[in-house]
Nanobody
Framework: EVQVVESGGGSVPTGGSLRLSCTAS????????VVWYRQKPGEECLMVST???????YFTDFVEGRVAISFDNTKTTEYLWLSSLTPEDTAVYHC???????????WGQGTQVTVSA
């Protein structure tokens, strides 16, 4: 069974950038939909982006224009590039394979992104 783990979070000032990683183990991301989510304390799990097996991407409006997706050569890791970060982007970011699922934020630890004012 292919599993994914997130990494790359950290603390940055407003306007900063981060590259988050979603790395597969036990296989690759080939042929899978990959979805990024974020969750703030006490709030719901929200989809940030989704990438189809063919590479088509969709970004939620609250990150549109500030986010990009790329893969490593083996398609074992998907990268979520975040830029022009604001304190509103502070959240735990999660990734998952498959169709969007509102429970995805409870499947793993995620990676914390903290943006200071």
């Amino acid at each position: 069974e292919v599993q994914v783990v997130e990494s790359g979070g950290g603390s940055v000032p407003t306007g900063g950038s981060l590259r988050l990683s979603c790395t597969a183990s036990g296989g690759t991301l080939h042929g899978s939909n990959v979805v990024w989510y974020r969750q703030k304390p006490g709030e719901e799990c929200l989809m940030v982006s989704t990438t189809s097996p063919g590479g088509q991407t969709y970004f939620t409006d609250f990150v549109e224009g500030r986010v990009a997706i790329s893969f490593d050569n083996t398609k074992t890791t998907e990268y979520l590039w975040l830029s022009s970060l604001t304190p509103e982007d502070t959240a735990v970011y999660h990734c998952a394979m498959g169709n969007p699922n509102i429970y995805a934020c409870s499947w793993g630890q995620g990676t914390q992104v903290t943006v200071s004012a």
